[in-house]
């Protein structure tokens, strides 16, 4: 899906909206296309915080509406995850299924969204954006195509209001939406990537590796630190 369907200006538009750079150009792309965004972001019991204190700071300095909905309780139904469980140890290496699986946390979307569409019917939202990307595809089941429409046609029964699921990159790479960033002219240095949350990123991790691999790609390097010299 995209955000290509016509709206009425200020229509209210929940985002899930987790801090990161996806989610990130989603949100101002939202805003560009003239939606009152109401930005959602869930504290599930990842490993840290970073990105949730990073989604805090740009809506307040948006002056846009946000949550921060704490559903640390499910962390006993699907905690078998390197991204929920600290103790075990993440993945340092390129996407790919074999090597990150650990990184997959079970039906995380269907529930991330399942609560935005409720939340969206409750304030009268037709629209719900999240950031699934192309790039996503090879490892995440719930970023393919499949899972996004399959999601919609239940969003569209689900309540007495329709609400429809907009990926507006589901079949964007990671730099086309860096690309699509820029031309906005997004600041990435107000984003948070790392699966760790340390004071500088790790550059190591899949999620780190994708992002600089999106910034060299586009030719610009990343205004994030890294814990390693040799990145950006």
């Not at 993440?90 to 990150?100: F, G, I, M, V």
């Amino acid at each position: 899906m995209t955000s290509s369907t016509s709206h009425s200006p200020s229509e209210p538009a929940v985002v899930i909206y987790s801090g990161g750079m996806d989610s990130y150009t989603v949100l101002h792309r939202a805003i560009r296309d003239g939606y009152t965004v109401h930005a959602l972001s869930f504290d599930y019991g990842q490993r840290h915080a970073r990105e949730l204190d990073v989604a805090r700071r740009v809506c307040e300095e948006l002056g846009v509406s946000h949550r921060v909905v704490d559903i640390r309780a499910i962390h006993q139904l699907i905690g078998n995850s390197a991204l929920t469980d600290s103790s075990r140890a993440l993945p340092r290496a390129d996407y790919a299924e074999d090597n990150l699986a650990d990184t997959v946390v079970p039906n995380r979307n269907m529930i991330l969204l399942s609560l935005a569409i409720g939340y969206a019917v409750n304030i009268e939202a037709a629209v719900c954006f999240y950031g699934a990307h192309g790039g996503d595809h090879v490892l995440y089941p719930d970023c393919r195509p499949a899972f996004v429409d399959r999601m919609n046609d239940v969003a569209a029964i689900a309540n007495f209001e329709s609400v429809r699921i907009e990926a507006p990159y589901l079949h964007s790479d990671k730099a086309s939406i860096l690309s699509d960033g820029i031309e906005m002219g997004l600041d990435y240095a107000r984003t948070w990537t790392c699966y760790l949350g340390g004071e500088t990123a790790c550059g190591e991790c899949g999620s780190c590796r994708e992002r600089l691999d999106a910034f060299a790609r586009v030719g610009l390097e990343d205004p994030i630190p890294y814990a390693l010299p040799d990145r950006h």
